[in-house]
């Protein structure tokens, strides 16, 4: 294994990769959603062997994943709303990612910015389902990754 200075990194098109790297991907994913209980399961689903999901599966990840720190700061916009922050809160608390830091700035014109470090290591699910359950929240104008470590 690359010693973590000798790792370089590239953003490519899904378009353009092999598809093992899809179906590792997709592995992943059934895995974290708890869609298949075991990786057995999961490659039998997908149509990949089990040796190619663990060739590929450290090296392999969607670009909201991180390698190492696993720290996001989300920043979001909310409309002024009684209760948007406890229900914005609700879903990160059910989606088990760790919150580090919260800070919510006064409402202007009727809206909020709110900013919220967590700590995704022991997340259920993907940074990807977090970020959409949010945004359909009503009075959530806006969410999206403003960091990530």
């Known amino acids: 294994m690359l010693d973590n200075a000798d790792k370089e990194y590239y953003l490519v098109d899904k378009n353009v990769l092999p598809e093992v790297f899809l179906k590792v991907i997709d592995v992943k994913q059934k895995l974290n959603v708890g869609e298949s209980a075991s990786v057995n399961e999961a490659v039998r689903k997908v149509g990949l062997s089990r040796s190619a999901y ?11 994943e991180t390698t190492n720190g696993k720290k996001v700061t989300l920043l979001i916009t909310v409309e002024n709303f009684q209760g948007i ?17 919260i800070n919510q700035n006064i409402p202007i014109n009727g809206l909020a910015d709110i900013s919220i470090s967590l700590e995704t290591a022991s997340m259920f699910g993907s940074l990807e389902d977090l970020l959409s359950d949010i945004n359909k929240l009503a009075g959530v104008r806006s969410c999206k990754v403003l960091s990530r470590e």
């Open 54 to 64: 663990y060739k590929y599966k450290d090296s392999v990840m969607p670009f909201y």
């Open 85 to 101: 922050l406890s229900s914005i809160l609700n879903i990160v608390a059910s989606s088990r990612a760790n919150i580090l830091t």
